[in-house]
């Protein structure tokens, strides 16, 4: 399953979920911290969701 942590979720949950194997990205790493829900939604319906970078 993949996940799309929005902006009321911790980055630092996302790292590690990642560690942990799992297909997460977040919002504020993909550039959609202030991104209307419509978009962080459309962006959430595509397949594949966009990796999130690893810093």
Do not use: F, K, Y
Not at 27 to 50: E, M
């Amino acid at each position: 399953m993949r996940l799309l942590l929005d902006n009321n979720l911790s980055r630092r949950l996302a790292e590690i979920l990642i560690v942990e194997g799992e297909d997460v990205a977040h919002v504020g790493s993909l550039g959609l911290r202030a991104a209307d829900d419509d978009i962080v939604l459309a962006t959430a319906r595509r397949s594949p969701c966009p990796r999130q970078r690893r810093h």
